[in-house]
């Protein structure tokens, strides 16, 4: 079955640097990957998602880039702001089934 | 523009026990999907309903159990409760079957004593 993999699992960065998460996933029909942000005690909240069919997505601060070839997508993040800290977690369906298999998620840390 | 509504918030059970969690997803949303989030680690998924059928299973022992209703809503029970029961249930919302923006509720924060 389909694996999804993080890294890494902690972050630390300092206010107005990038940071970068990688995912990868196992299957091979996968065609949607979406990235989700949990802040402590909150519901994990999408924030950004791509189709196998595009390499690259931007939304203001926030990117995602696909290499479908590789089995990787990853999370960039430009100009962090402390309000970015939070677990981040990239998901991707299996090859039989429309649900998704969550990554285990990327704590982030922004320090001002 | 409600969400995705979850009730209870907050729920403690003793083992043995069953518990009955609800969703009501997204106005105009098909799909709900059930996700255990276990503290530190990410959603695990459970069961998908669309159209008032199942349509996808986790790996999770027959304990559990949801339906959907034709309204959208849904319900999750979960019978023999066990220590190991005690999560964050989550459930999420999407448009139709096919893979596309899922929303998630605020969760039913369940604990088994």
């Known amino acids: 079955g389909e694996n999804v993999e993080q890294h890494p699992s902690t972050l630390s960065v300092q206010e107005g640097d990038s940071a970068v998460i990688k995912c990868t996933y196992s299957d091979s029909a996968s065609n949607y990957f979406p990235w989700y942000k949990q802040e402590l005690g909150k519901r994990p909240q999408l924030i950004i998602d791509?189709?196998?069919?595009?390499g690259e997505k931007k939304d203001q601060r926030i990117a995602v880039t696909l290499n479908k070839t590789a089995k990787h997508f990853s999370l960039h993040i430009t100009e962090t702001q402390p309000e970015d800290s939070a677990v981040y977690f990239c998901?991707?369906?299996?090859?039989?089934?429309?649900?998704?298999?969550f990554g285990p998620g990327t704590r982030l840390s922004v320090l001002p | 523009d409600a969400g995705v509504t979850q009730s209870p918030t907050h729920l403690i059970k003793t083992r043995g026990q069953h518990v009955t969690l609800r969703c009501s997803p997204i106005?105009?949303?098909?799909?709900v999907s059930w996700y255990q989030q276990v503290l530190g680690q990410g959603p695990q998924f459970i069961f998908q309903y669309y159209e008032k059928e199942e349509r996808g299973r986790g790996n999770f022992p027959d304990r559990f159990s949801a339906r959907q209703f034709p309204n959208y809503s849904s319900e999750l029970n979960v019978n023999a409760l066990l220590l190991g029961d005690s999560a964050l249930y989550l459930c999420?919302?999407?448009?139709?079957?096919?893979?596309?923006?899922?929303?998630f509720g605020q969760g039913t924060r369940l604990t088994v004593v």
């Open positions: 998901a991707a369906p299996p090859d039989y089934g429309q649900n998704f298999v």
């Open positions: 999420a919302s999407s448009l139709e079957i096919a893979l596309t923006e899922a929303f």
């Open positions: 791509i189709r196998s069919n595009v």
């Open positions: 106005s105009g949303h098909k799909s």
